[in-house]
């Protein structure tokens, strides 16, 4: 019933015949969600789908708590030929109404509480269909998937078919989509499961959200194609996962979950019998790698990824798991470091721009082929804005960020969209937003606000402006009102010195 379909008959192989095996376990409930039971209701999904009009290639936007059935969902997704569009809960209606006129999705999911604010902005961009999905599983949803029956035949789909497309924040302000192939999904989950060894004994410990490529991808997916169970969570809860480690083999977290599990309580203990501790879509600071080593005898396993690449480098699973450093690149993936002026390779150990190329590269920006052009070079590697530096013995270290990337808290921050929503507000000369290092956050996002003379400007007059436009997580830590921003000769805004000058704000 799936062998036509790229994806889906991958994530399916390793359960046939095993039905009875529990994929999902809610740690809540304890209840238990087998490999047959999820695949039926995904096959269930897929039927509601179709029935409400989707066709291949269409978009599916979803903006719902995390759950079992939004799993289903992005299953139900893939075996209905669509392309699963996966949006931050964090975002407000304000954010909703691009992506869904970007995306034009031929049906959006949503949480039940959101629905009536919702409405108007889905109309608006003309999306047909809206039904809504809450945290406890119940909606209009879930009540179509049971009167649904199961054993829907997969629409056929090829490796290059897109299976989703998750935005990423854009350098100009404007969110970029990032089109991901059956093949870049397949691929990539299939090397890191083999890689990092999962097999159908493995317990993960799943508490990423889903709409973004780590616990979408990395950990689903291979979970999945692994045969393996997840302990699922709805949300990041130290106490809970400590709870929970006794009956798990991996966690895969993003660096502020370990620095928050190394405060909690009980830690080395529930650590033991653990076999994986994999960290990623951050930067791991080598004090939390030593600090983890040191409680609980694990080495963290730091691993780089990108939305745009999925996974790209990883630690050894045997030998050496270097602190600071993301290892070498996976089986398959081609990684080379570059002069950022002109675009020859530069000998190890310099730093430069990593550029990667593989079969785990996305197909482009949707509908932006002049960022995508900018990005990914015509002989397929990818320009992928990191500065990093490879090792005599070839271990990559990522140095910093030829973009002006924040990432807070594992979050994705550009700054270029809050400080045009600052440069707006009454008042207000001209703003720079920087990433100033936080301990729990990795980085906090601080924005230096110039104002007009004798205007009514303050950190809670800012907020209040534009705290209800933005998600929670790209709010500003801290407002600070300034006299000037640093400036070079030219006249630019010199955020290294700004950053440098404010390194201290949450020492
Ligand atoms: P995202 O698309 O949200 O996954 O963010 C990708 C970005 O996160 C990369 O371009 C890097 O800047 C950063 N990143 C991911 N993993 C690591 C890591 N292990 N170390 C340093 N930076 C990382």
Redesign the pocket.
């Known amino acids: 019933m799936y062998e036509q379909n790229y994806l889906a008959r991958r994530l399916r192989a390793a359960s046939i015949g095993r039905d009875d095996a529990p994929f999902l376990k809610d740690h809540r409930t304890g209840a238990s969600l087998s490999y047959g039971a999820f695949f039926a209701n995904a096959e269930r999904m897929a039927a509601v789908l179709a029935a409400n009009g989707v066709r291949p290639g269409d978009r599916i936007a979803v903006q719902a708590p995390k759950t079992q059935a939004m799993l289903e969902l992005y299953v139900g997704a893939v075996l209905a030929g669509a392309v699963f569009l996966p949006l931050n809960t964090a975002y407000t209606g304000a954010e909703l109404a691009y992506f869904l006129g970007d995306a034009e999705p031929a049906l959006l999911v949503c949480d039940p509480a959101n629905l009536a604010a919702l409405e108007p902005i889905a109309a608006k961009a003309q999306v047909p269909v809206i039904l809504t999905l809450a945290a406890d599983e119940t909606g209009t949803l879930t009540e179509a998937r049971d009167a649904a029956s199961p054993g829907f035949q997969a629409v056929v789909r090829e490796a290059g078919d897109l299976a989703a497309i998750l935005y ?1 924040s854009g350098t100009t302000g404007r969110s970029k989509g990032a089109m991901l192939s059956h093949l870049a999904l397949a691929s990539n989950s299939e090397t890191l499961k083999d890689y990092w060894r999962f097999t159908a004994d493995d317990v993960l410990i799943h508490a990423l959200p889903i709409f ?3 616990g979408l991808f990395v950990a689903t997916n291979i979970a999945a194609m692994a045969g393996a169970s997840c302990i699922f969570m709805a949300g990041f809860d130290a106490e809970a996962i400590v709870a929970a480690m006794p009956e798990a083999t991996a966690l895969m977290g993003v660096p502020t979950f370990y620095v928050r599990l190394l405060e909690t309580p009980g830690l080395a203990d529930a650590a033991r019998n653990m076999r994986l501790f994999v960290s ?5 600071l080598a004090e939390t790698h030593e600090r983890w080593h040191r409680l609980t005898c694990h080495a963290i396993l ?6 745009e690449t999925n996974m790209n480098t990883s630690n050894p699973y045997d030998g050496e798991r270097r602190a600071g450093t ?1 290892g070498f690149p996976l089986p398959g993936v081609e990684v080379i470091v570059t002069d950022p002026d002109t675009g020859a390779e530069v000998p190890a150990g310099q730093v430069g721009i990593l550029e990667v190329r593989g079969e785990n590269l996305f197909s482009g920006y949707w509908r932006m082929p002049e960022k995508t052009a900018e990005e990914l070079r015509e002989n397929g590697f990818f320009i ?3 500065m990093a530096e490879i090792s005599a013995d070839g271990y990559i270290s ?1 140095v910093g ?1 030829a973009k002006d ?1 924040i ?1 807070t808290g594992g979050y ?1 921050v550009y700054p270029k969209e809050i400080e045009l929503l600052i440069d707006a507000v009454e008042g207000v000369v001209e703003s720079a937003v920087i990433g100033v290092p936080h301990k729990d956050f990795g980085e906090a996002v601080v924005a230096l606000v110039v104002a007009e003379p004798g205007a009514d400007v303050s950190e809670a007059s800012i907020m209040a402006a534009i705290g209800p436009d933005l998600a929670r997580f790209k709010q500003p830590k801290r407002v600070i009102i300034v006299d000037a921003l640093i400036r070079n000769t030219m006249g630019k805004v010199q955020k290294k010195e700004l950053r440098a000058a404010w390194k201290d704000l949450f020492a």
């Open positions: 990423t973004h490529t780590h990623g879509s951050a930067p791991l730091e691993r780089y990824g990108m939305t993301v992928t804005g990191d990522i960020r990337l990432i994705n």
